[in-house]
């Protein structure tokens, strides 16, 4: 379920609405933040089930007197998911590397009365160390970070998890073949429009997001994971073009 609502997660994302002289890149600026949790609502498919599947996980795999991760935790959608899922002796650690995202996430966790302990950290999830993990979480992230840093990243994750942990990778996908691709694509944008997304909107953002959303296929995502050392991995879940992969230890 999305985050308690504040005044600020209320605002409808109109971040692209007018047009634009010069189109920069896609940032995770206060503007952004802002609107952030209309504008994932409204632009991925899918979005609502991925959080629900990320409190199914939790109730399953969480280990008690273990850590569990949320990285790129924005808002914290998926940061409260864990809190309320896992056992009360469980630490929740949500990482992010914008300042505002963390400062309304930190927000929206104060008002949860879970009982597990939480930390919301401004931090690069590069740096982060990974301890004594039962689930770590990277919803719709890894897609922002530069291609050749995402093995390293998942390795890193790997060695930090418990035997059993789970790592939960959700994000969007691109296809090889050419027809499939244009596809989902042209579907993606359907849906959109039924959000209430423009034409203008829906075009200047996927000009913003060129070259800083670099997705990769699916074998591709299941091949690092297995190369991570995953004994178990899967698409637990698909929605147009944005898929959900799950690694067991």
Same mark, same amino acid.
């Given at each position: 379920? %999305?985050?308690? +609502?504040?005044?600020?997660?209320? !605002?409808?994302?109109?971040?692209?609405?007018? %047009?634009?002289?010069?189109?920069? +890149?896609?940032?995770?600026?206060?503007?952004?933040?802002?609107?952030?949790?209309?504008?994932?609502?409204?632009?991925?498919?899918?979005?609502?089930?991925?959080?629900?599947?990320?409190? #199914?996980?939790?109730?399953?795999?969480?280990? %008690?007197?273990?850590?569990?991760?949320?990285?790129?935790?924005?808002?914290?959608?998926?940061?409260?998911?864990?809190?309320? !899922?896992? %056992?009360?002796?469980?630490? #929740?650690?949500? #990482?992010?590397?914008?300042? +505002?995202?963390?400062?309304?996430?930190?927000?929206?966790?104060?008002?949860? !009365?879970?009982?597990?302990?939480?930390?919301?950290?401004?931090?690069?999830?590069r740096e982060t160390a990974f301890e004594n993990a039962s689930i770590?979480?990277?919803?719709?992230?890894?897609?922002?970070?530069?291609?050749?840093?995402?093995?390293?990243?998942?390795?890193?994750?790997?060695?930090?998890?418990?035997?059993?942990?789970?790592?939960?990778?959700?994000?969007?996908?691109?296809?090889?073949?050419?027809?499939?691709?244009?596809?989902?694509?042209?579907? !993606?944008?359907?849906?959109?429009?039924?959000?209430?997304?423009?034409?203008?909107?829906?075009?200047?953002?996927? +000009?913003?997001?060129?070259? #800083?959303?670099?997705?990769?296929?699916?074998?591709?995502?299941?091949?690092?994971?297995?190369?991570?050392?995953?004994?178990?991995?899967?698409?637990?879940?698909?929605?147009?073009?944005?898929?959900?992969?799950?690694?067991?230890?």
């Open positions: 379920m %999305p985050p308690p +609502a504040d005044t600020d997660s209320l !605002h409808a994302d109109r971040v692209y609405s007018k %047009p634009m002289a010069t189109i920069e +890149a896609f940032r995770f600026d206060s503007a952004v933040a802002d609107v952030f949790q209309d504008m994932i609502e409204r632009s991925v498919p899918g979005y609502g089930l991925v959080l629900q599947l990320i409190g #199914v996980l939790a109730e399953k795999y969480a280990i %008690p007197n273990t850590n569990v991760y949320d990285l790129g935790c924005s808002l914290g959608a998926s940061t409260l998911q864990l809190r309320r !899922h896992v %056992p009360s002796s469980c630490h #929740v650690i949500g #990482v992010d590397n914008s300042t +505002a995202m963390v400062d309304r996430c930190e927000a929206n966790l104060q008002r949860d !009365h879970s009982a597990a302990s939480y930390d919301i950290r401004l931090e690069d999830l770590v979480i990277l919803t719709f992230t890894l897609q922002f970070i530069a291609d050749e840093e995402r093995q390293t990243i998942l390795n890193r994750i790997f060695d930090g998890l418990e035997d059993g942990g789970i790592f939960l990778l959700s994000e969007k996908v691109k296809y090889e073949n050419e027809g499939q691709q244009a596809l989902m694509t042209e579907l !993606h944008h359907d849906f959109k429009k039924m959000q209430g997304y423009s034409d203008l909107e829906i075009s200047q953002k996927r +000009a913003a997001l060129e070259n #800083v959303l670099v997705p990769n296929t699916e074998d591709e995502h299941l091949s690092r994971l297995t190369s991570a050392g995953f004994r178990q991995t899967a698409i637990c879940m698909r929605c147009l073009n944005f898929s959900t992969f799950l690694g067991i230890k």
